[in-house]
């Protein structure tokens, strides 16, 4: 018997802004700076972490609620075997690109078929390996015959779809369609110019009707102080901002979130001074995270215990600042402090650098405060802030760094690419660590092949305790977001965003002035 799953349509997009004036909201403009710029808008070749633009401009054939629960999109409703194996999808009528051509099964057949073939070229090819066979009898109806079940499926469709009459015979990373993109969103990108912005239009014929504002704009704004300048200066209608600068904002309406984006210290499993989970586990009982959220996140957070902490599946008992359990760590691990006070063994201290996105203030703040933590307790850090650009270039060669990650959706798509070894950045993953772990690997495996709501909760709560006993990371804090909007700006509605507040303009299309 087949279990169908009918929902209402989903609301999901995503913007920001390019310089407005401070008349923009009188003609429809929402103009909003933003410090992060992507490397492409193609949804295929992006890690779950949808950037703005791209949530704009493309829908999945599901999407997300306010709740983050899989609801339709570009399928109104589905059908799922019992044996998790066939999903068979009934597509809405009348949904075109912004090009006007039709979208149909055959744009999703090679959506999928696209992404999962293009390896190492698309991290989001893992959640579609599975699938053997796409049937399209007809252009509404799509059929996914899967060789094994996979719990994630419905959320991992999210992904925007492509379009095939646009990318047919061209590569998945073909560089025009990635900062040129067509999609069937709210809004349609007019104009991008790299470092600078990315304007948008809103689609008159998007399948919910055409969006209450005329035109977003996005404003890629590095710099922090920048941001809030332009922001009270009236360039821009709105900005994400910093903790630190939430009071200095001024005549706009501060929309605050929880967030599944938490900060953590990354050590490179590569690295011999990273080999003994002694030391590692010493490092997170060295770093009090309470002090951490107080004095750089202002409050606008809380200590992290885990990489799942805001989701149902939390079960991560953490690590608390404890002095005396990091001596015994250390000591058990053949450890001594030497005259200088730092943690040696055969003429060795606990050596690295520690690096991180010199343009992230916060980031750098962390790092500071956490290096100079780890420093008291013994270990030798050496805390060196790089341009993102170099850091993302070696990536798979730095000691350590103030990594970020986290979604709001289902738990495989926060914590596989991540953690699982399979996905090491070696060899195209996300895995920056190479962290490697037998135990994380099955219980990983398992939550997302079992369709057993308790099994699955048991295979992450026995993921969260291998990390517990062998931690890739030394986790820090779970952030908020702080966004400054003008304040007859109406629509935007809260919920759990994701990695660098990532969803705050889910719903934009039902935004508008007053």
């Known amino acids: 018997m087949a279990m169908l799953a009918v929902v209402l349509a989903a609301a999901l997009a995503s913007?920001?802004?390019?310089?407005?004036?401070?008349?923009?909201?009188?003609?429809?403009?929402?103009?909003?700076?933003?410090?992060?710029?992507?490397?492409t808008f193609n949804p295929g070749l992006q890690d779950g972490h949808t950037d703005p633009v791209t949530e704009l401009v493309f829908r999945g054939l599901t999407g997300h609620d306010a709740n983050n629960k899989v609801v339709p999109a570009l399928a109104e409703s589905w059908e799922v075997s019992e044996d998790g194996k066939t999903y068979t999808f009934k597509l809405r009528e009348g949904v075109t690109w912004h090009d006007g051509k039709p979208f149909t099964s055959?744009?999703?057949?090679?959506?999928?078929e696209s992404v999962r073939d293009a390896g190492a070229d698309s991290p989001l090819s893992r959640n579609f390996t599975m699938v053997k066979e796409i049937a399209t009898p007809d252009a509404r109806t799509v059929r996914l015959e899967l060789d094994e079940p996979f719990a994630p499926m419905l959320g991992a469709l999210a992904m925007g779809m492509l379009p095939k009459h646009v990318l047919a015979g061209k590569e998945l990373t073909d560089a025009e369609f990635a900062r040129h993109p067509i999609g069937t969103g709210p809004f349609k990108l007019d104009t991008y110019k790299?470092?600078?912005?990315?304007?948008?239009?809103?689609?008159?014929?998007?399948y919910e009707g055409a969006p209450g504002l005329k035109k977003i704009v996005i404003k890629y704004v590095p710099d922090d102080s920048a941001r809030l300048i332009q922001l009270n200066g009236g360039e821009v209608d709105g900005a994400h901002v910093r903790p630190k600068q939430a009071e200095q904002v001024q005549d706009h309406r501060l929309?605050?979130?929880?967030?599944?984006?938490?900060?953590?210290?990354?050590?490179n499993m590569k690295k011999p001074v990273f080999a003994d989970k002694r030391v590692r586990k010493?490092?997170?009982?060295?770093?009090?995270?309470?002090?951490?959220?107080?004095?750089?996140?202002?409050?606008?957070?809380?200590?992290?215990?885990?990489?799942?902490?805001?989701?149902?599946?939390?079960?991560?008992?953490?690590?608390?600042?404890?002095a005396a359990r990091v001596a015994s760590l250390m000591e058990d691990a053949g450890y001594a402090k030497n005259g200088d006070g730092l943690w040696a063994k055969d003429g060795k201290t606990v050596a690295f650098e520690l690096t991180t996105f010199a343009e992230d203030s916060l980031r750098v703040a962390m790092l500071n405060v956490a290096a100079t933590q780890l420093k008291k307790q013994g270990f030798d850090v050496k805390p060196n802030p790089r341009s993102a650009d170099w850091v993302r270039k070696h990536w798979g060669d730095l000691d350590a760094a103030v990594v970020g990650?986290?979604?709001?959706?289902?738990?495989?798509?926060?914590?596989?690419?991540?953690?699982?070894?399979d996905e090491a950045i070696a060899g195209g993953g996300s895995n920056l660590g190479t962290y490697s772990n037998e135990e994380a690997d099955k219980a990983l495996d398992k939550g997302r092949s079992t369709l057993d709501a308790a099994e699955r909760k048991t295979a992450y709560t026995d993921f969260q305790s291998a990390l517990q006993d062998d931690p890739p990371f030394a986790w820090i804090a779970y952030l908020k977001t702080i966004n400054a909007v003008p304040e007859n700006l109406t629509g935007p509605q809260q919920r759990t965003l994701g990695h660098h507040g990532y969803g705050f303009f889910w719903n934009a299309q039902t935004w508008r002035y007053e």
């Open 405 to 421: 990650w986290g979604t709001p959706f289902d738990p495989d798509s926060s914590v596989y690419g991540v953690f699982h070894t």
């Open 15 to 39: 913007a920001c802004g390019q310089g407005g004036t401070p008349e923009s909201g009188t003609d429809g403009v929402f103009t909003y700076a933003v410090g992060d710029e992507p490397e």
């Open 194 to 206: 790299h470092g600078q912005y990315a304007e948008l239009s809103g689609f008159g014929g998007y």
């Open 106 to 112: 055959d744009d999703v057949r090679f959506t999928i």
């Open 282 to 322: 010493a490092m997170n009982y060295a770093i009090d995270r309470k002090a951490i959220v107080d004095s750089v996140v202002m409050g606008y957070g809380a200590p992290a215990k885990g990489p799942l902490d805001t989701s149902e599946y939390a079960a991560a008992d953490g690590f608390t600042f404890d």
């Open 255 to 267: 929309e605050v979130y929880p967030t599944a984006d938490y900060r953590a210290i990354g050590f």
